[in-house]
């Protein structure tokens, strides 16, 4: 496929309103440790709206005691309509091969999305301080390409940690 003859178009952005959760609880005995945000993400094939969409979450966890306290999940999924739609492939498992350069592009705008509804969401929390990091897009594309982490010297990481 020439991803040249590839129209997309955004169709829709949800909430993913379900799993989507702040931890007041944690967030009230939150003491200023170190936050380590984590990012997720999946593509999903919808062949009978002839489009893509893509799943990206967050994951905001400090620790207390030697443990791990999730402080927030949020995630939004995004709908691409793609055209012509029979021009993607699909592998043996059915499950969609996009292209890298198509893949960057529906990464960079459902983490703007992310980030921008993020900000919206802890507007009035103690999380407010502390926005989506800068995600590097080739990394996420090359890892969900082939199956490998990011490498931890690559700036800036798929895990962030604040000090």
């Avoid at 509804?117 to 080739?138: F, G």
Wanted: hydrophobic letters at 40%; one cysteine or more.
């Amino acid at each position: 496929m020439k991803e040249k003859d590839v129209n997309i178009r955004i169709a829709k952005i949800r909430e993913l309103s379900r799993q989507n959760s702040i931890n007041r609880w944690e967030l009230m005995r939150y003491c200023g440790s170190k936050i380590t945000v984590t990012l997720e993400s999946r593509f999903h094939a919808r062949p009978a709206r002839h489009c893509v969409s893509l799943v990206v979450a967050t994951r905001y966890h400090c620790m207390r005691d030697q443990l791990r306290h999730d402080l927030l999940y949020y995630g939004i999924e995004v709908f691409f309509d793609i055209e012509p739609f029979s021009s993607l492939d699909a592998n043996d498992n059915g499950e969609m091969e996009l292209p890298p350069r198509l893949m960057t592009i529906m990464y960079g705008v459902a983490i703007g999305a992310l980030r921008g509804m993020l900000a919206q969401k802890v507007e009035r929390t103690q999380l407010r301080d502390y926005p989506l990091p800068l995600i590097n897009i080739s990394e996420l594309v090359s890892c969900h390409i082939y199956g490998t982490p990011a490498p931890e010297h690559a700036i800036p990481l798929i895990d962030f940690r604040y000090n």
